[in-house]
């Protein structure tokens, strides 16, 4: 392709359309993808704090369960005292020493009483959490075969478009370079700012393309003479004539058609 300084008027314009019929092949791959690159990137988030999630309550399941091993233990240990003070009070000397005794008893049955009702609530957590689990299993496992599904739909089409993608934004690049900068400057906002992103149309049947507003008859011949880079005063679009669009269609879609 020609240097910068070499290009003529016609030359920047056709090299202008071939860049946004470039472009627009680009946009028209990553349509195709759609929001699938964001559903599995949000898929892969929820499946990752669905594992956090059974991380964390299959560590309060472990919690519980060493609680109740400690209110079994206390149990055994105010069991194991009851007796001896069962022996204690078989050689009292006083009233005094039984009720002492007595007391102690009654305490030891109080913390057996307590503790079998601590473990009563926990055994209850360890239901109420072994559920939750249960669902959170279910729904991991239903996101994971959601995202197998979805990040195979998506590498299919990477596995389709990625080459001519990327060989397309290298084409771009090239073209970029063969142009005033001015030019391409201008050609990025507008394309920004419009619609389908097309910055560089043809007339269609006497109006812009994309805006549909009429051209002037004077116009029309200005911008068929290819002397200077003309815009659409209704939408700030670069018009070409249908000609060179249909001569450069052609020319981009055998070079697509060599990329697929």
């Known amino acids: 392709m020609a240097k910068k300084a070499e290009l003529s008027v016609e030359d920047r314009l056709r090299a ?11 946009d028209e791959i990553r349509n195709i993808r759609g929001e699938l690159p964001l559903e599995v990137r949000d898929l892969e988030d929820e499946v990752e704090g669905l594992n956090t999630r059974l991380e964390k309550l299959n560590g309060g399941l472990t919690l519980v369960d060493d609680d109740i091993k400690s209110k ?5 240990e105010a069991k194991t005292l009851i007796k001896k003070y069962a022996e204690q009070q078989k050689n009292v000397r006083n009233n005094r020493e039984f009720n002492s005794i007595t007391k102690e008893v009654e305490f030891q049955e ?20 072994k559920e ?4 959170t ?18 590498n299919a089409i990477l596995a389709e478009t990625e080459k001519e993608e990327t060989a397309l934004i290298k084409k771009s690049q090239e073209y970029q370079e063969s142009i005033d900068q001015r030019l391409v400057n201008a ?13 560089v149309v043809a007339i269609e049947r006497g109006a812009s393309g994309g805006s549909f507003f009429t051209i002037p008859p004077q116009v029309q011949v200005e911008i068929a003479s290819r002397k200077k880079v003309i ?9 070409v004539d249908a000609q060179l669009a249909e001569e450069q269609k052609e020319k981009m879609t055998k070079m697509f058609s060599k990329l697929s």
Do not use: W
Request: charged share 40%; net charge positive; aromatic share 4%.
């Open 72 to 76: 079994k233990n206390l149990i055994e």
């Open 231 to 239: 815009t659409d005063e209704h939408s700030g679009r670069i018009l």
């Open 16 to 26: 202008l359309y071939d860049l946004q019929l470039i472009d627009s092949r680009v």
């Open 187 to 199: 050609y990025h906002r507008i394309r920004t700012n419009v619609k389908n992103g097309l910055a």
């Open 132 to 135: 939750v689990i249960s669902e």
């Open 137 to 154: 299993k279910d729904r991991l496992k239903d996101r994971q075969a959601h995202l197998k599904h979805k990040k195979s739909e998506l």
């Open 110 to 129: 109080l913390e057996i009483e307590l503790a079998e009702k601590h473990i009563k609530e926990f055994k209850a957590q360890i239901e109420q959490k």
